[in-house]
């Protein structure tokens, strides 16, 4: 649950704009995406893997972006 604390003075737009921060970084939208379908953990590891590669490769050059 996300709490703000607004001061009486403070203006709306503000308090949504702290809302909005507080939302994404709190990833609880990341999570409600995941959790709408059932992934198996050898293709979340081979994603990882691929991903690992991925990155190797753009550092030791053979990839540009």
Not at 6 to 18: G, M, V
Not at 44 to 57: H, N
Request: glycine residues 4%.
């Amino acid at each position: 649950m996300l709490i703000i604390d607004s001061k009486d003075c403070e203006n709306i737009d503000k308090a949504l704009k702290k809302y909005k921060k507080k939302f994404e970084k709190s990833k609880t939208l990341l999570q409600l995406r995941e959790r709408q379908h059932f992934t198996k953990p050898s293709i979340k590891s081979r994603g990882q893997r691929l991903k690992a590669i991925y990155k190797q490769q753009i550092a030791s050059g053979k990839i540009e972006l």
